[in-house]
């Protein structure tokens, strides 16, 4: 690990926090799916630059913004990218309260003033489902300058200095939209893939010490089938997701291994093609 990591991981670890914000400090156990992307995300996040995660469906893009939320001990606030999502659901918005008898108008902070004003890390969840005229609000907190002009109220806040950005992205899917050159470049870029079978292996026998090691081999086999068909086009990307896989596996401890099949990953696809090619693949690993 980098010393420039371990450094600011004390430093940000040295923070406490209330109640209510520790909550918000997320649980790590992403695995990397190589030997760098764990440590170049966190040079990323160390030297103050926002982070994009692009990756299929279920390849552990929130899981590793968790991680790292639980690495430097930071509270984590989330936005679900959506066609509704607004200026207000980003910064906040006005309301009249009572205060020493009097009515006044208050704002409330947003996720992205709260995180800026308490160094707290903001994670963008699927960031090209936004309408495109939404997110340009964004530009300065992103850049440089990591500052923002509320558009509400007219004050100007300044980010501390531990505050993060992680965004996450599916590219390709149905509703998403290309994101801006202007906002994209902001960022550093990371491809997160799918595991590999070594590093799903080490992940299933940790989540699942107890489980014998014929039933982890026979669930990490079907994954591998499930992710190619996926690569190939024949499966949606949940399919193949580590998320899918934890939970076939978990059920597989109570059950048949091909009804937890069943149940955790061919019962959510939408196309009955697809469910039928998930219970046909997984067939020829269960005896």
């Not at 959510?268 to 693949?281: A, H, N, S, T």
Request: glycine share 6%.
């Amino acid at each position: 690990m980098l010393a420039i990591i371990e450094e600011e991981r004390k430093e940000r670890n040295g923070r406490t926090y209330p109640a209510d914000e520790a909550a918000l400090i997320g649980q790590g156990g992403y695995v990397a799916p190589d030997a760098h992307l764990w440590e170049d995300v966190l040079t990323a996040v160390v030297i103050r630059r926002p982070v994009l995660l692009k990756g299929p469906s279920g390849s552990g893009k929130t899981k590793l913004a968790e991680s790292v939320s639980a690495f430097f001990g930071q509270p984590m606030h989330q936005v679900n990218c959506s066609v509704d999502l607004d200026a207000e659901s980003l910064i906040g918005f006005k309301t009249i309260i009572r205060q020493d008898g009097d009515t006044v108008i208050d704002f409330v902070d947003g996720p992205v003033v709260t995180a800026m004003k308490e160094g707290h890390i903001l994670y963008i969840d699927e960031i090209n489902m936004a309408k495109p005229e939404t997110l340009p609000i964004l530009h300065s907190v992103l850049d440089y300058r990591r500052m923002l002009t509320n558009p509400f109220t007219g004050d100007v806040i300044h980010a501390h200095p531990d505050f993060t950005v992680i965004a996450a992205i599916n590219e390709g899917y149905v509703g998403t939209v290309p994101m801006n050159e202007a906002l994209k470049n902001r960022f550093i870029a990371f491809q997160v893939p799918y595991l590999g079978q070594e590093p799903s292996r080490a992940l299933l026998e940790r989540e699942f010490p107890d489980a014998p090691r014929t039933l982890i081999t026979t669930m990490l086999s079907i994954s591998e089938d499930l992710k190619d068909q996926a690569r190939n086009g024949l499966l949606a990307d949940e399919a193949a997701s580590i998320r899918s896989l934890i939970d076939a596996t978990e059920l597989a401890l109570h059950m048949g291994p091909d009804r937890a099949v069943r149940y955790a990953i061919a019962e959510k696809l939408e196309d009955p093609g697809e469910r039928q090619l998930v219970m046909d693949l997984a067939a020829t690993w269960i005896r």
